[in-house]
């Protein structure tokens, strides 16, 4: 009985002790936002980012250009 809990407990060890947290992912330099637009959330992935603004829209950007792609006004989405 010792022995198996000595095993739970090295297994529990091992587990958590391993360094398997991914690497973040780089952010961009600088985002250049419309006049009057104050970001207020930013979301990254591999192609993409997007910036939830304070007037309810999501801007997405093109990762490797920067270059906005679309925009969704939240206040008329369905």
């Not at 529990?12 to 970001?39: C, E, K, N, Q, Y």
């Not at 792609?69 to 369905?78: H, Q, V």
Request: hydrophobic share 45%.
């Amino acid at each position: 009985m010792i022995g198996g809990l000595l095993v739970i407990v090295s297994l529990i060890v091992i587990r958590f002790s391993s360094d398997r947290t991914p690497a973040a992912m780089p952010l961009p330099d600088h985002i250049t936002l419309p006049d009057g637009t104050r970001a207020e959330a930013f979301t990254v992935t591999a192609n993409w980012y997007a910036v939830i603004t304070g007037d309810e829209r999501v801007l997405i950007y093109d990762r490797a250009s920067g270059d906005l792609r679309k925009t969704i006004d939240l206040r008329t989405a369905e």
